[in-house]
């Protein structure tokens, strides 16, 4: 059994069309079928973004979380 979680932060100057989106990811595993087994880990994730509009700034929000995420699962 376990889970995880992320939460993340835009920082975002609207003029300049560039930011960072900022992140923490979670997980928390409990194992218990021969034992009593916990792990936590913890981890915090940063992207910088670009867009040209607000679908562009959304999509690019995104593409930034999934990446990371996907990357802290590998």
């Not at 979680?5 to 923490?24: F, H, I, Q």
């Not at 981890?43 to 670009?50: E, F, P």
């Not at 509009?53 to 959304?58: G, L, M, Q, R």
């Amino acid at each position: 059994n376990g889970r995880w979680t992320s939460r993340w932060t835009v920082k975002v100057d609207v003029s300049a069309r560039s930011g960072a989106v900022e992140g923490e990811v979670e997980s928390m595993v409990h194992y218990y079928e021969d034992g009593n087994v916990q792990m936590e880990a913890k981890t915090l994730c940063s992207a910088k973004i670009v867009w040209d509009d607000k679908t562009s700034f959304a999509r690019a929000v995104c593409k930034a979380v999934r990446e990371q995420e996907e990357q802290y699962h590998r």
